[in-house]
């Protein structure tokens, strides 16, 4: 069985202003997000995966080799937020 090689930094692309609706206190990327760069949320911080969400205004990402999840406060349910930036391919 042959399997696929982590992508180099140049096969990564710049994606800018996604919109996303936060369902279930998550947000779910099909696509591989860079490790090496933050997402970059407007009003936004994203913490270590390993701390509790504690704030509304802070998220925390479980990088995967096929998508990204990004887990939100239980306040922000069913709200509508714009991802400005982040590297993906």
């Known amino acids: ?3 696929s090689k982590r992508p180099l930094w140049s096969d990564y692309c710049k994606i800018k202003n996604e919109q996303y609706k936060i369902i279930d206190n998550m947000i779910t990327i099909y696509k591989r ?3 090496y760069h933050q997402i ?3 009003n936004f911080y ?3 995966s390993k701390n509790e969400i504690n704030k509304g205004n802070e998220f925390k990402v479980d990088y995967g080799d096929f998508c990204t999840v990004l887990k939100f406060h239980e306040s922000m349910n069913g709200q509508t937020i714009v991802i400005e930036e982040y590297y993906g391919c």
């Open 33 to 35: 997000i860079s490790v």
């Open 46 to 48: 994203q913490i270590q």
């Open 1 to 3: 069985m042959k399997y």
């Open 40 to 42: 970059q949320i407007t």
